[in-house]
C-alpha cells in the first residue's frame, strides 16, 4: 500500500527563518554624509567635522551599505548627490538637528531652575506670597519659566500626584502619602472686626471669645475655612453655635465683615491687602500663644528636582522674611 503525503504538511516544510534585522545608521555615519552634501568635497567635509578623509569616505561607504541606497555619484573630479541622496540629506539633517536638541535639552535639565517650574497655590496664598515669589524668580532664576496654577488643596494634591504640578506653595500638615514639606514660615491669625466692634482694636483677645461671635468663614473646600473651625473648637465653641458660610475668596468675606454681618479670621500675610480698602474695618490680635498656621512648599518624595526645590525653599525663607511671619527650617 501506496501512501500519499500533501506538499502542505508542516512537517514536510522547511523551516522559516526570521529576516535579520537590518543595521541601523550611525549617527558618525549619518555627520559625515551630511557634511559630503553640503560641501561636496570630501577634503573641505572631513575638514568641516574633524575627521580624516578616508574616515570620511568609509563613513559615507558604511551608510550607503546600510541603506542599501547610492547616495552619492563620485568621479575624479567633483562629488553629486544621486537623486536618492538629495531627499535622503533631507532626513539626516532633520535627525542630527533632533539629536543635538535632545543633547541641548539633557543639559538644561541638568542645570538647575531651568526649564518649566509648575507651581501650585492655594487661593488663601496666592494673592499675598506670589509677589515674593515672582520677584525671586525674576532676579535670581531668569531662566526658570514659572508656571502657577491656584487651586484649592485637593486639587493641587491630586496634581502633584499626576505629575501636573511639580511644586506646591500651601498650608501644612497635610497627612497626605508620598509628599515631603519644606516648611517656610508660620503665621498668627487675626481677627477683623467692624470698626465699632467691641473686640476692635484689642491686643489680647482670649480665644475662648471665638465661642459666641458671629463668624464667617470661606465655603466648603478651603483649608482655611477647615483651620478656622479647628481654632473654634480648640477654644470650645460647640456644634450647636452657628457658622455662617458667606463667601468663596476673603477679599468677600472681608468686605462683609464691613458691612457689620459678622467677624472673621484672616492670616497675617493677607492683613495689609485684604482691609486696607475698607476704613469700617478694625483689627484685633489674639493672646499668646494665638492661633497659627504654617505655609511650607510641597514636593512630590524623592522627586528628581528635590535639591534644587530645596534650594528654592531656602532662597524663599530669606526673601520672606520682611513679612510679619516667623521663618521655619527643618
Not at 157 to 173: C, I, N, Y
Request: glycine letters at 6%; one cysteine or more.
Amino acid at each position: 500500500m501506496s501512501s500519499i503525503t500533501s506538499g502542505n504538511d508542516p512537517a514536510e516544510a522547511p523551516a522559516r527563518v526570521a529576516p535579520a534585522r537590518p543595521r541601523q545608521p550611525s549617527l558618525a555615519q549619518l555627520r559625515a554624509f551630511v557634511a559630503v552634501a553640503e560641501h561636496l568635497h570630501f577634503r573641505d567635509a572631513a575638514s568641516a567635522i574633524g575627521m580624516s578623509q578616508p574616515a570620511l569616505s568609509g563613513a559615507v561607504s558604511a551608510l550607503e551599505e546600510v541603506l542599501d541606497v547610492q547616495l552619492l555619484e563620485r568621479t575624479t573630479r567633483k562629488v553629486l548627490l544621486s537623486p536618492a541622496g538629495e531627499r535622503l540629506a533631507v532626513r539626516a539633517r532633520a535627525v542630527l538637528d533632533a539629536v543635538g536638541a535632545l543633547l541641548e535639552e539633557a543639559d538644561a535639565a541638568r542645570a538647575p531652575f531651568t526649564g518649566v517650574l509648575r507651581l501650585g497655590v492655594i487661593p488663601t496664598v496666592a494673592p499675598y506670597l506670589l509677589p515674593t515669589v515672582l520677584r525671586l524668580v525674576h532676579e535670581a532664576y531668569p531662566a526658570l519659566d514659572l508656571q502657577v496654577h491656584e487651586e484649592q488643596t485637593s486639587s493641587l494634591l491630586d496634581g502633584l500626584a499626576q505629575g501636573r504640578l511639580d511644586l506646591l506653595l500651601l498650608a501644612v500638615p497635610l497627612g497626605a502619602p508620598g509628599v515631603t514639606e519644606l516648611p517656610l514660615f508660620d503665621e498668627d491669625f487675626v481677627l477683623v472686626t467692624p470698626s465699632d466692634h467691641w473686640l476692635a482694636g484689642r491686643g489680647d483677645i482670649p480665644r475662648a471669645a471665638l465661642r459666641e461671635l458671629d463668624l464667617l468663614l470661606l465655603d466648603e473646600g478651603h483649608c482655611l475655612r477647615d483651620q478656622a473651625l479647628d481654632i473654634c473648637r480648640e477654644a470650645g465653641r460647640t456644634i450647636g453655635t452657628p457658622v455662617t458660610t458667606s463667601a468663596a475668596g476673603l477679599s468677600t468675606l472681608v468686605q462683609l465683615v464691613g458691612g457689620g454681618m459678622g467677624v472673621t479670621l484672616l492670616p497675617r500675610t493677607a492683613l495689609r491687602v485684604e482691609t486696607s480698602r475698607n476704613d469700617q474695618l478694625a483689627t484685633g490680635y489674639f493672646a499668646d500663644p494665638a492661633p497659627a498656621r504654617r505655609i511650607a512648599l510641597v514636593m512630590r518624595s524623592a522627586a528628581a528636582r528635590q535639591g534644587e526645590f530645596e534650594q528654592f525653599a531656602e532662597a524663599l525663607r530669606t526673601e520672606l522674611r520682611s513679612l510679619p511671619v516667623r521663618i521655619v527650617r527643618d
